[in-house]
Antibody, heavy 119, light 107 residues
Framework: EVQLVQSGAEVKKPGESLKISCKGS????????IGWVRQMPGKGLEWMGI????????RYSPSFQGQVTISADKSIGTAYLQWSSLKASDTAMYYC????????????WGQGTLVTVSS | SYELTQPPSVSVSPGQTARITCSGD??????AYWYQQKSGQAPVLVIY???ERPSGIPERFSGSSSGTTVTLTISGVQAEDEADYYC??????????FGTGTKVTVL
């Protein structure tokens, strides 16, 4: 059974750094792109970027380029999303999801990680 | 990247048919996908490649495409279908684009 399990909720202050994780299991982790999606409170889904764990080829939405870093450790089947300096506007639910077929769509999703940034 | 436009809301009585549209200039050249997101839950894929249904998705969910518009149809709507629905496609660079989202209310 394919599963993506994300790390738990985080409460941070503005300016702090953060790295959240997404562990894949039940499939060949290195054979599927893993993407990240933001959902701000009461809003829609926004594609942030995606990574191919086998070679760590990462691609970003222009809206998120330079704002976050996507990485992966294929030895432990885990993808990451990190911020070096959080802002209050980063408060959102973040989902990881597995690409179903060559950068087309997401077939499996993680449960989401809620990030709250508040002073 | 381009935009995918959906109606903000659709209301339907139980047993009736709900149709949700998604419009975008690139849709004639790219497949569309649909996700259902129930309150407090992660999205779930309900339609892929315009009109294919993943295993485990009820037959009442179907998709179609015509020109720059794709449509998700829910036939015989049930109370459990109340959710937000998002279309999604990919642009030529491989970036994913999500639609604006449609809230389906079952009256």
């Amino acid at each position: 059974e394919v599963q993506l399990v994300q790390s738990g909720a985080e409460v941070k202050k503005p300016g702090e750094s953060l790295k959240i994780s997404c562990k894949g299991s039940g499939y060949s982790f290195t054979s599927h792109w893993i993407g990240w999606v933001r959902q701000m409170p009461g809003k829609g889904l926004e594609w942030m970027g995606i990574i191919y764990p086998d070679d760590s080829d990462a691609r970003y939405s222009p809206s998120f380029q330079g704002q976050v870093t996507i990485s992966a450790d294929k030895s432990i089947g885990t993808a990451y999303l990190q911020w070096s300096s959080l802002k209050a506007s980063d408060t959102a639910m973040y989902y990881c999801a597995r690409d179903g077929s060559g950068l087309e769509y997401f077939d499996y999703w993680g449960q989401g990680t809620l990030v709250t940034v508040s002073s | 990247s381009y935009e995918l436009t959906q109606p903000p809301s659709v209301s339907v009585s139980p047993g009736q048919t709900a149709r949700i549209t998604c419009s975008g200039d690139a849709l004639p050249k790219q497949y569309a996908y649909w996700y259902q997101q129930k309150s407090g839950q992660a999205p779930v894929l309900v339609i892929y490649e315009d009109d294919e249904r993943p295993s485990g998705i009820p037959e009442r969910f179907s998709g179609s495409s015509s020109g720059t518009t794709v449509t998700l149809t829910i036939s015989g709507v049930q109370a459990e279908d109340e959710a937000d629905y998002y279309c999604q496609s990919a642009d030529s660079s491989g970036a994913f684009v999500f639609g604006t989202g449609t809230k389906v209310t079952v009256l």
